[in-house]
């Protein structure tokens, strides 16, 4: 009856995640409205509006979805399924706690980096499928942007593999015991830097949102969706950033391990500061260009976790 | 050996942008010709504000013309305000209170502060987008902008259109205390700005973003009829205040603040250091404030009130754009023959097909910004 339990645990933990994914929202702008001189969403819910994104979500969904006429309408249907799906895949393999994991792969790592690279299909889709100009300019972006990104992002997830020796997530976080991978001089240092960086890309979010870039392309790939289809595509780069968050806490920040609180909680924690810090970096900084996005990619983010990958490789040959 | 060359042909793609994009400030519409990512030109269309000021003007008498002038450059009403009211007094020979003089010189500044507050908040936003560091500064400045509205509010009872000037002088006079609110004001202007600078200056996406894009060559500029912040930040130091002083601006102590690169970042420093320049203005203003009648009592109020003799006349006020004129022609009634507005706006605009060519489409949002138009203004 294993499958049974995995189904179960699966069922529960994408619908914490969504439900999560939610408050993410709320979270955001609640830390955006306060970095702004605002504060935020109030009225709907007591206290601080508390309700305000289920408020959203109903709102959203009995929206009329709009199909455009000369859309493909197979490519435009599929789409957010597409881009919403895969990120809730990479829930699968986190441990949540030393025991909490519904999927104990040996390659785990390899999964997440490979699953998480599959939300581009969904964006090609929607670009092509929409038959919209300003969608088709933004998914023919987010696709350089995915392919040129996932270089430093793979390169500097390597590095506490390497420190580790082995690509479970588990076996990852166990490594962590003594010292934070993040806290590691120099190599762990440059290597989260890269990460964090990469993942702002992957996650499509200022400064590096110009797939998304509502004051040129007014909203991107997305721009003909409306009502759930929408909020597919809404909640999907929510729960994606939900993962890379969890991902990054548990690479680099010893994921479940920390002292007296119970290990879901120090979890939990830390996910809410590495999302902290995306939306800190989010909301300060105006948008790069798509030729800059570019040069900086492959001109500094490249070759700096290159030459980061050898040394940790260095390290771990000579210690 | 022989070289093989690959040839790329490209089909070129054309993006109606506008009239209903967000980040066109108003209702501008380009239809760009595009390759790729690579603007190839620009066809810009305008005209989606058109009211019909110039004529609804002649049916109008000068009393009114002058309140409804400010709805055109909606950033700046009082500039608006003031060019109308000096035709009509250049025209039928009016002086104007000193002390009314010294109060428009004050308005106007007030308002130049407000717009170019207006302006950097909506460049960052077009750089960094709602959803981004770009609002994060857009709604500190507003809140600068808001104790300028404030100061207004004080003293016309109107936030936006203040209906400040009339024929012969201004229509109200300063509430008590009020020079320490204006003090108050400045320094939370001073203060925002110089944070927002701190911000932005020396962030490595921002100079990317600005710096050698959009360059406006000086011949360029002045063959086109750019003026203004535009004008002054390719390098030419043409400012109305200077060249043909009016009001009390002959009194003051300021300087022509220009820039030599033409870029969108010069224009940026220009309308920055404006700002700062603008406030030293408010300040000398209030300080040298004479007393005595602010025009007639009560104001000005009847339609008839006011007739020009026959003749012709054309007089230009430095707004937060550039050089605005009046031509305006009166056949000795009470109402003008015929009204033109001379509107920066305008003539910057046209320099955005000139600029864009050869830029990305994440550029042509920030050149367009970096021109300031004002579509109210533009269209008239």
Same mark, same amino acid.
């Given at each position: &009856?294993?499958?049974?339990?995995?189904?179960?645990?699966?069922?529960?933990?994408?619908?914490v995640?969504?439900?999560?994914?939610?408050?993410?929202?709320?979270?955001?702008?609640?830390?955006?409205?306060?970095m702004?001189?605002?504060?935020?969403?109030?009225?709907?819910?007591?206290?601080?509006?508390?309700?305000?994104?289920?408020?959203?979500?109903?709102?959203?969904?009995?929206?009329?979805?709009?199909?455009?006429?000369?859309?493909?309408?197979?490519?435009?249907n599929?789409?957010?399924?597409?881009?919403?799906?895969?990120?809730?895949?990479?829930?699968?393999?986190?441990?949540?706690?030393?025991?909490w994991?519904?999927?104990?792969?040996?390659?785990?790592?390899?999964?997440?980096?490979?699953?998480?690279?599959?939300?581009?299909?969904?964006?090609?889709?929607?670009?092509?499928?929409?038959?919209?100009?300003?969608?088709?300019?933004?998914?023919?972006?987010?696709?350089?942007?995915?392919? #040129?990104?996932?270089?430093?992002l793979?390169?500097?997830?390597?590095?506490?593999?390497?420190?580790?020796?082995?690509?479970?997530?588990g076996?990852? @976080?166990?490594?962590?015991?003594?010292?934070?991978?993040?806290?590691?001089?120099?190599? +762990?240092?440059?290597?989260?830097?890269?990460?964090?960086?990469? @993942?702002?890309?992957?996650?499509?979010?200022?400064?590096?949102?110009?797939?998304?870039?509502?004051?040129?392309?007014?909203?991107?790939?997305?721009?003909?969706?409306?009502?759930?289809?929408?909020?597919?595509?809404?909640?999907? =780069?929510?729960?994606?950033?939900?993962?890379?968050?969890?991902?990054?806490?548990v690479?680099?920040?010893?994921?479940?391990?920390?002292?007296?609180?119970?290990?879901?909680?120090?979890?939990?924690?830390?996910?809410?500061?590495m999302?902290?810090?995306?939306?800190?970096?989010?909301?300060?900084?105006?948008?790069l260009?798509?030729?800059?996005?570019?040069v900086?990619?492959?001109?500094?983010?490249?070759?700096?976790? !290159?030459?980061?990958?050898?040394?940790?490789?260095?390290?771990?040959?000579?210690? | 050996?022989?070289?093989?060359?690959?040839?790329?042909?490209?089909?070129?793609?054309?993006?109606?942008?506008?009239?209903?994009?967000?980040?066109?400030?108003?209702?501008f519409?380009?239809?760009?010709?595009?390759?790729?990512?690579?603007?190839?030109?620009?066809?810009?269309?305008?005209?989606?504000?058109?009211?019909?000021?110039?004529?609804l003007?002649?049916?109008?008498?000068?009393?009114?013309?002058?309140?409804?002038?400010?709805?055109?450059?909606?950033?700046?009403?009082?500039?608006?305000e003031?060019?109308?009211?000096?035709?009509?007094?250049?025209l039928?020979?009016?002086?104007v $209170?000193?002390?009314?003089?010294?109060?428009?010189? &004050?308005?106007?500044?007030?308002?130049?502060?407000?717009?170019?507050?207006?302006?950097?908040?909506?460049?960052?936003?077009?750089?960094?987008?709602?959803?981004?560091?770009?609002?994060? &500064?857009?709604?500190?400045?507003?809140?600068?902008?808001?104790?300028?509205?404030?100061?207004?509010?004080?003293?016309?009872?109107?936030?936006?259109?203040?209906?400040?000037?009339?024929?012969?002088?201004?229509?109200?006079?300063?509430?008590?205390?009020?020079?320490?609110?204006?003090?108050?004001?400045?320094?939370?202007v001073?203060?925002t700005?110089?944070?927002?600078?701190?911000?932005?200056?020396?962030?490595?996406?921002?100079?990317?973003?600005?710096?050698?894009?959009?360059?406006? #060559?000086? =011949?360029?500029?002045?063959?086109?009829?750019?003026?203004?912040?535009?004008?002054?930040?390719?390098?030419?130091?043409?400012?109305?205040?200077k060249?043909?002083?009016?009001?009390?601006?002959?009194? &003051?102590?300021?300087?022509?603040?220009?820039?030599?690169?033409g870029?969108?970042?010069?224009?940026?420093?220009?309308?920055?250091?404006?700002?700062f320049?603008?406030?030293?203005?408010?300040?000398?203003?209030?300080? +040298?404030?004479?007393?005595?009648?602010?025009?007639?009592?009560?104001?000005?109020?009847?339609?008839?009130?006011?007739?020009?003799?026959?003749?012709?006349?054309?007089?230009?006020?430095?707004?937060?754009?550039?050089?605005?004129?009046a031509?305006?022609? #009166?056949?000795?009634?009470?109402? $003008?023959?015929?009204?033109?507005?001379?509107?920066?706006?305008?003539?910057?605009?046209?320099?955005?097909?000139?600029?864009?060519?050869?830029?990305?489409?994440?550029? !042509?949002?920030?050149?367009?910004?970096?021109?300031?138009?004002v579509?109210?203004?533009?269209?008239?």
């Amino acid at each position: &009856m294993k499958w049974l339990l995995v189904a179960f645990w699966s069922v529960v933990i994408l619908s914490v995640a969504l439900l999560i994914a939610a408050y993410m929202i709320w979270w955001e702008r609640k830390f955006a409205g306060r970095m702004q001189r605002r504060i935020g969403p109030y009225w709907v819910g007591y206290p601080h509006g508390w309700l305000q994104s289920i408020a959203d979500a109903i709102k959203i969904l009995r929206k009329e979805d709009i199909i455009p006429k000369n859309a493909d309408k197979w490519v435009y249907n599929i789409a957010p399924f597409l881009f919403m799906v895969p990120p809730m895949f990479l829930f699968a393999v986190f441990p949540f706690s030393k025991t909490w994991v519904v999927a104990d792969l040996n390659v785990g790592l390899l999964y997440v980096l490979a699953v998480s690279s599959l939300g581009v299909f969904g964006v090609m889709m929607a670009g092509w499928g929409s038959h919209n100009k300003y969608a088709l300019l933004s998914a023919m972006r987010y696709v350089s942007q995915m392919i #040129s990104y996932e270089v430093p992002l793979v390169l500097s997830a390597l590095v506490p593999v390497v420190l580790t020796g082995s690509m479970n997530l588990g076996a990852i @976080t166990n490594a962590q015991k003594g010292l934070w991978f993040a806290l590691w001089p120099v190599v +762990g240092w440059v290597a989260f830097v890269v990460f964090l960086l990469a @993942t702002l890309a992957e996650g499509n979010r200022a400064p590096f949102d110009i797939p998304e870039a509502e004051s040129e392309l007014i909203g991107g790939f997305a721009v003909e969706y409306s009502g759930w289809k929408f909020a597919m595509f809404y909640v999907g =780069e929510y729960v994606h950033l939900l993962a890379v968050s969890i991902l990054a806490s548990v690479l680099f920040l010893g994921g479940w391990r920390g002292p007296l609180l119970p290990p879901l909680l120090w979890l939990f924690i830390k996910t809410v500061f590495m999302y902290s810090v995306l939306l800190w970096i989010r909301w300060s900084f105006v948008r790069l260009r798509v030729d800059q996005l570019m040069v900086f990619n492959w001109k500094v983010l490249v070759p700096v976790s !290159v030459v980061d990958l050898l040394l940790a490789a260095l390290w771990v040959v000579l210690r | 050996m022989a070289t093989r060359t690959l040839e790329f042909t490209f089909d070129e793609m054309r993006v109606n942008m506008g009239p209903q994009h967000p980040s066109t400030h108003g209702v501008f519409r380009g239809v760009l010709v595009l390759e790729g990512e690579e603007i190839k030109d620009l066809i810009p269309h305008i005209g989606y504000l058109h009211r019909g000021v110039e004529k609804l003007a002649e049916h109008l008498s000068y009393v009114q013309d002058v309140p409804i002038m400010a709805r055109n450059d909606y950033l700046g009403p009082v500039h608006n305000e003031l060019v109308m009211a000096h035709a009509v007094e250049k025209l039928a020979n009016i002086q104007v $209170p000193e002390r009314a003089q010294y109060l428009r010189v &004050m308005a106007s500044e007030l308002h130049r502060i407000a717009s170019h507050l207006v302006w950097t908040g909506t460049f960052l936003l077009d750089m960094g987008g709602a959803l981004g560091g770009g609002s994060t &500064m857009f709604l500190y400045l507003f809140q600068a902008r808001e104790s300028i509205m404030d100061l207004y509010e004080e003293w016309t009872g109107a936030r936006f259109h203040p209906n400040l000037v009339q024929i012969g002088g201004v229509r109200f006079d300063l509430p008590a205390g009020f020079d320490r609110k204006v003090k108050e004001a400045l320094q939370t202007v001073r203060n925002t700005v110089n944070e927002v600078r701190e911000m932005v200056e020396g962030n490595p996406v921002f100079e990317q973003r600005t710096r050698g894009v959009g360059v406006l #060559s000086p =011949e360029l500029a002045q063959s086109i009829g750019c003026s203004g912040p535009v004008l002054r930040a390719s390098g030419v130091a043409y400012d109305v205040r200077k060249a043909f002083p009016y009001d009390a601006y002959d009194k &003051m102590d300021f300087e022509i603040v220009t820039a030599t690169a033409g870029d969108v970042r010069a224009r940026y420093e220009v309308r920055i250091n404006e700002i700062f320049q603008a406030a030293h203005i408010v300040q000398q203003a209030l300080e +040298g404030l004479p007393e005595g009648p602010i025009g007639a009592k009560p104001p000005v109020k009847a339609p008839v009130a006011v007739k020009a003799p026959k003749g012709e006349v054309y007089f230009r006020v430095e707004s937060a754009r550039g050089e605005l004129g009046a031509y305006l022609v #009166s056949d000795g009634s009470h109402k $003008p023959y015929r009204l033109k507005l001379r509107s920066p706006s305008f003539s910057n605009l046209q320099a955005i097909q000139h600029l864009v060519r050869g830029h990305k489409v994440a550029d !042509v949002v920030v050149i367009l910004g970096s021109l300031d138009p004002v579509f109210g203004d533009v269209d008239r």
